[in-house]
């Protein structure tokens, strides 16, 4: 009986998820910083350029890291879309048919009373003895996607409903494109109070390499059988600045790699070849 394969060691070019906490490298600092702001803040913003980590910052770091913090926390992810308070009134009941239009009489409930999201939210938490940690990810499609004016504001003004007191077991983080921040902070005052607070993700600093080469050197290990593989002998030998541009490609490249081949020394071969280093 052919052995069951084994899912490759690396996530592809995809925002990790609470479930890879363990090999998320790179961000101590910042998750450290995110946590302690969050116990004096309740609504923070994370901004920084497209693809430079933030969901993967929230779910792999600051989520594990609340958990691990002697709390009992329940986080909620949730995407503005074109409907951002139709897509809020389904998080905060979701067990409401779809069909029933339920939901719809949600939002426009919403829409006058922006207050009762963080009732409702409130409620919850005390139910359920936790504290409750809503992530509204890609917040610049409320710039993006949203039409009206009015529906962008009624979403902010819910928001701050949520996070209106240090003192509620509510908390709320947003991440957004750095390039959006100035932009929506002209119409949305919600958003030019906050912007003073911003956190802003600065690129991966050069000594965290270190911390996500030994990942993947480990997965190098598993995936090719021992460490003495050529490609990692080639990162070795030529150091942290010539691969640092390289390295999203190689991980790519070694997240398909890691589907297709188990064990073989093919596999770093053609990897040197897909990266263009000395090819």
Request: hydrophobic share 45%.
């Amino acid at each position: 009986v052919a052995p069951t394969p084994r899912p490759g060691p690396y996530p592809g070019p995809v925002p990790f998820q609470e479930a890879d906490a363990e090999r998320f490298f790179g961000r101590a600092r910042e998750v450290a910083a995110l946590v302690q702001r969050l116990r004096e803040e309740p609504l923070l913003a994370i901004a920084g350029p497209s693809g430079s980590g933030k969901t993967s910052l929230v779910r792999a770091g600051l989520v594990p890291a609340l958990r691990r913090s002697g709390g009992v926390w329940e986080a909620f992810e949730l995407h503005p879309g074109p409907d951002p308070l139709l897509a809020l009134a389904r998080l905060l009941e979701p067990e409401l048919d779809p069909a029933s239009g339920a939901a719809r009489v949600l939002a426009e409930r919403l829409r006058t009373e922006p207050g009762h999201a963080g009732s409702v939210l409130r409620e919850r938490a005390r139910k359920q003895q936790r504290e409750l940690l809503l992530f509204v990810d890609a917040f610049e499609e409320l710039g993006t996607r949203v039409t009206q004016a009015e529906e962008r504001r009624a979403f902010t003004a819910c928001l701050e409903g949520i996070a209106d007191d240090v003192t509620s077991p509510l908390r709320v983080v947003i991440a957004l494109r750095s390039d959006a921040l100035e932009r929506m902070a002209r119409e949305l005052p919600f958003l030019a109070e906050l912007s003073r607070g911003v956190f802003f993700l600065p690129p991966l600093p050069r000594e965290a390499l270190r911390e996500a080469r030994q990942d993947v050197e480990e997965g190098a290990q598993d995936l090719l059988g021992d460490v003495d593989d050529p490609l990692v002998q080639r990162m070795r030998a030529e150091g942290l600045d010539v691969w640092w541009d390289l390295i999203p490609f190689a991980i790519i490249a070694m997240s398909v790699l890691g589907m297709v081949f188990t064990r073989s020394r093919l596999a770093s071969a053609v990897l040197l070849g897909t990266v263009g280093v000395g090819m």
